[in-house]
T-cell receptor
Framework: NAGVTQTPKFRILKIGQSMTLQCAQDMNHNYMYWYRQDPGMGLKLIYYSVGAGITDKGEVPNGYNVSRSTTEDFPLRLELAAPSQTSVYFC??????????????FGEGSRLTVL | AQSVTQLDSQVPVFEEAPVELRCNYS??????LFWYVQYPNQGLQLLLKYLSGSTLVKGINGFEAEFNKSQTSFHLRKPSVHISDTAEYFC??????????????FGQGTILTVHP
């Protein structure tokens, strides 16, 4: 049981380049989230999704886009990379439905550097 | 809006000593509270959670936390730490009930370093 899988684990981008961080889950959870983690800042919510076809902005959505065409996948796209987007990105899932407690299950993270 | 404040950014402690990591939250509605642990170069994993009921909750690896509604705190404790407890610990809060879609607000993190 893989849980939450993120790819790539590491990536270096040049300013202005675009890329997509992939997130796939096999837990059959409806809720999925993208967080970024910066030193001393904790985790900030970028986007989230409550099911296929439904996405919404979190606390820090600028510069990012998401889509949710299936329950399993929740990719995060950076259109014009900027140095401020250098961070560690975490995808997470949750079963907030009947019987769910809201606990988040995290992937191992994707470390992105923009130069 | 909710917020979480972890009062110590770093906590050094010797092996087998007790430790307390402090967390205060602010919210105008009822909340669920969580502690997560992050080992180097890994994702976060749940230590323990408070949803309702007993205010003292026990988690994995011998950790426990106490929910204090009047002081809006959820401090994490362990009576005797081990070298393997060295990690970063995050306190988090979400709105109780079904309106927040499980979104968590995280504190800034506390780095626990256990020395031999």
């Amino acid at each position: 049981n893989a849980g939450v899988t993120q790819t790539p684990k590491f990536r270096i981008l040049k300013i202005g380049q675009s890329m997509t961080l992939q997130c796939a889950q096999d837990m059959n959870h409806n809720y999925m989230y993208w967080y970024r983690q910066d030193p001393g800042m904790g985790l900030k919510l970028i986007y989230y999704s409550v099911g296929a076809g439904i996405t919404d902005k979190g606390e820090v959505p600028n510069g990012y886009n998401v889509s949710r065409s299936t329950t399993e996948d929740f990719p995060l796209r950076l259109e014009l990379a900027a140095p401020s987007q250098t961070s560690v990105y975490f995808c997470a899932t949750s079963n907030r439905g009947r019987g769910g407690t809201g606990e988040l299950f995290f992937g191992e993270g994707s470390r992105l550097t923009v130069l | 809006a909710q917020s979480v404040t972890q009062l110590d950014s770093q906590v050094p402690v010797f092996e087998e000593a007790p430790v307390e990591l402090r967390c205060n939250y602010s919210s105008s509605v009822s909340v669920y509270l969580f502690w997560y642990v992050q080992y180097p170069n890994q994702g976060l994993q749940l230590l323990l959670k408070y949803l309702s009921g007993s205010t003292l909750v026990k988690g994995i690896n011998g950790f426990e936390a106490e929910f204090n509604k009047s002081q809006t705190s959820f401090h994490l404790r362990k009576p005797s730490v081990h070298i393997s407890d060295t990690a970063e610990y995050f306190c988090a809060v979400s709105t109780a009930g079904g309106t927040s879609y499980g979104k968590l607000t995280f504190g800034q993190g506390t780095i626990l370093t256990v020395h031999p």
